[in-house]
């Protein structure tokens, strides 16, 4: 079944009487439960596209239907996890307060609660649920950031660079966990990584995108086995055959050619 449907999406922003067209006759469809990742180069358009599809930025032209419908605003069974975890949670309010925020004005506080601790524990922040934020890391913090996202059980999960301002050790960890939930409970995500390595080990699909007008310029199936692994699937012929196709697609034709 189809989730999600752009069809001849375009955006354009108009600041101070200079109009970018972030995004060209942008279209494609996502199957339920798909995990998609779009890379692409600075400034192609991959956050405006997810922001468009979130309901965060008004397309200029095109349709989005969200299981067949006309979307509307924001979606319901929708979240978005931005990069920036230190600005996504309320510093005021200890880790269960800042996971269960989202559903404890509509369910009883006991239910809420327990939700968010089971969602705590499965991003592997147990015992640590009366830590305010910033007694956190910033690997503990997206993981927290993921927690809320994931506790009101959304269809889809839109993310964007999550893991881009962590450290390598922290982001292959993320990885796991974001895997390891996913398989548990496939839901459709939409991933945003300027990582090659990163959209291929995830994904079942990769979009590539292209600048000046942003635009959709390969959509790429990703045949590698599930559950994948850090070192086995990267290792795999098929991860770097994967990997010099898109590095080829995105990297500039000087950087691609140098040996
Ligand atoms: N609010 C805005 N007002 C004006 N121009 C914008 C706005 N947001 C984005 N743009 C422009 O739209 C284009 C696409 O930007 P966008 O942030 O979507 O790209 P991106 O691929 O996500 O970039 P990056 O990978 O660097 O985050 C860029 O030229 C950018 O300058």
Redesign the pocket.
């Known amino acids: 079944m189809v989730a999600l449907e752009v069809a001849g999406l375009r955006k354009s922003?108009n600041?101070a009487g200079v109009l970018?067209t972030?995004l060209e006759n942008v279209s494609f469809n996502i199957p339920d439960r798909q995990f998609i990742s779009i890379v692409?180069p600075?400034?192609?358009?991959?956050?405006?596209l997810l922001r468009c599809i979130a309901g965060l930025a008004e397309p200029s032209g095109g349709d989005i239907r969200v299981g067949g419908q006309a979307m509307h605003g924001v979606p319901d069974d929708m979240v978005y996890v931005f990069q920036e975890y230190n600005r996504s949670l309320f510093p005021w309010r200890r880790l269960l307060g800042n996971v269960a925020y989202p559903i404890e004005s509509r369910l009883p506080r006991s239910v809420s609660s327990d939700r968010a601790r089971a969602y705590i524990k499965l991003v592997g922040l147990e015992g640590f649920e009366n830590y305010y934020p910033w007694e956190l890391s910033g690997g503990m913090q997206q993981r927290a950031a993921i927690a809320r996202a994931l506790v009101t059980e959304p269809k889809f999960l839109l993310m964007d660079e999550p893991f881009g301002a962590l450290d390598a050790q922290t982001r292959v960890s993320l990885e796991e966990t974001i895997l390891d939930l996913w398989s548990r409970s496939p839901r459709t995500v939409i991933f945003v990584t300027?990582d090659i390595d990163e959209a291929i080990f995830l994904s079942d699909r990769v979009l590539v995108m292209a600048s000046r007008p942003?635009r959709i310029v390969e959509d790429i199936m990703i045949d590698l086995p599930r559950p994948r692994h850090q070192i086995e699937t990267k290792e795999d012929r098929a991860f770097s055959d994967y990997r010099r196709l898109l590095f080829g697609l995105i990297a500039p034709p000087s950087a691609s050619t140098l040996s």
């Open positions: 922003y600041r970018t972030a692409g600075s400034g192609c358009g991959k956050s405006t300027h942003g």
